[in-house]
Nanobody, 117 residues
Framework: QVELVESGGGLVHSGGSLTLSCAAS?????MGWFRQAPGKQREFVAS???????VYSHFAEGRSTIAIENVRNTINLQMHSLAPEDTADYYC??????????????WGRGTQVTVSS
């Protein structure tokens, strides 16, 4: 059982930036972030494999950077130019195969991000 612990959420002003971190209890093939806004479905944000291959959602592309620190089994997601529509609960996820198909095997508890206008 892989445990994921998120950190870095909070209140951010519109146009600001934040960094979300997720630490896994052991090395795993792929890690990433999903988010769920109130009343909306969960959606994929970004992912990175242990080999450094990155994938971004359309809304994260160009204003986000995801990186992995293999030594610490940790990923960091930097997001810039935040807007109120980025307000959501952000969840770290991990899997031994993929985050793009089905439901990731492992989930963190989530961290709340609120962007004020």
């Amino acid at each position: 059982q892989v445990e994921l612990v998120e950190s870095g959420g909070g209140l951010v002003h519109s146009g600001g930036s934040l960094t979300l971190s997720c630490a896994a209890s052991e090395s795993i093939y792929i890690m990433g972030w999903f988010r769920q806004a109130p009343g909306k479905q969960r959606e994929f944000v970004a992912s990175v494999t242990k080999w450094g291959t990155r994938v971004y959602s359309h809304f994260a592309e160009g204003r986000s950077t995801i990186a992995i620190e293999n030594v610490r089994n940790t990923i960091n997601l930097q997001m810039h130019s935040l807007a109120p529509e980025d307000t959501a609960d952000y969840y770290c996820a991990a899997d031994t195969k993929t985050l793009s198909v089905g439901t990731p095997e492992y989930w963190g508890r989530g961290t709340q991000v609120t962007v004020s206008s």
